[in-house]
């Protein structure tokens, strides 16, 4: 069975940091592009950062460019979403998912993804 499980979110203050991983089940993720999601309470979900499967090549979304970092650890099948100088507006459900169509870059739109976990709660608080 292939799953994605996300842990790391928590409550944090602003200014703060946090790293989420993305641990797969029953496949691969090095041959997999990974994205990472979120949606806050009342919005859609949007991408944040995601990894290309071939090259590695990372994207990030403007909102956390300078701010999140996202890596692999193909030993552990996981990959990581690094995330510093949290604000208020971080605040959301985070996801992670993957895909193996053969494709350019990565992407940060929901197709397509093919495979999703759970989601983890961030929230930045004082």
């Known amino acids: 069975q292939l799953q994605l499980v996300e842990s790391g979110g928590g409550l944090v203050q602003p200014g703060g940091s946090l790293r989420l991983s993305c641990a797969a089940s029953g496949f691969t993720l090095e041959y997999y592009d990974i994205g990472w999601f979120r949606q806050a309470p009342g919005k859609e979900r949007e991408g944040v950062s995601c990894v290309q499967s071939s090259s590695s090549s990372t994207r990030n979304a403007d909102s956390v460019k300078g701010r999140f970092t996202i890596s692999r650890d193909n030993a552990k099948n996981t990959v990581y979403l690094q995330m510093n100088s949290l604000k208020p507006e971080d605040t959301a459900i985070y996801y992670c998912?993957?895909?193996?169509?053969?494709?350019?870059?990565?992407?940060?739109?929901?197709?397509?993804?093919?495979?999703w976990g759970q989601g983890t709660q961030v929230t930045v608080s004082s």
């Open positions: 998912a993957a895909q193996r169509r053969v494709m350019g870059l990565c992407v940060m739109y929901e197709w397509p993804y093919d495979y």
